[in-house]
Nanobody, 124 residues
């Protein structure tokens, strides 16, 4: 079992930055792919970014490419989502997730473990 705990959400203005963290416990991330998804009210859960822990390959959704960066901190068993140039349309609950194996997916159903989510609100 993997337990995931997100932190770092909040209320910011358009153009600001936020850094989300996801700490894993129970098992190390070394054999997993870690992902971030987000869900706005009335919308489906959307893929944001993923990192394959072994090797560090990263992948991004089109709406966040060139603004968001996903990274991993091996020693802390933590995955980071650095969000820059935030827009009001980035407002959502952001979820950390993990799936076993070195293969990313944009489908939420492919991820076995989820955090409780952290709210990000971007005002215009």
């Amino acid at each position: 079992q993997v337990q995931l705990v997100e932190s770092g959400g909040g209320l910011v203005q358009a153009g600001d930055s936020l850094r989300l963290s996801c700490a894993a416990s129970g098992r190390t991330f070394s054999s997993y792919t870690a992902g971030w998804f987000r869900q706005a009210p009335g919308k489906e859960r959307e893929f944001v970014a993923a990192v394959i822990w072994s090797g560090g390959s990263t992948y991004y959704g089109d709406s966040v490419k060139d603004r968001f960066t996903i990274s991993r901190e091996n020693a802390k068993n933590t995955v980071i989502l650095q969000m820059n140039s935030l827009k009001p349309e980035d407002t959502a609950v952001y979820y950390c997730s993990a799936r076993y194996g070195p293969l990313y997916s944009t489908r939420p159903s492919d991820y076995e473990y989820w955090g409780q989510g952290t709210q990000v609100t971007v005002s215009s």
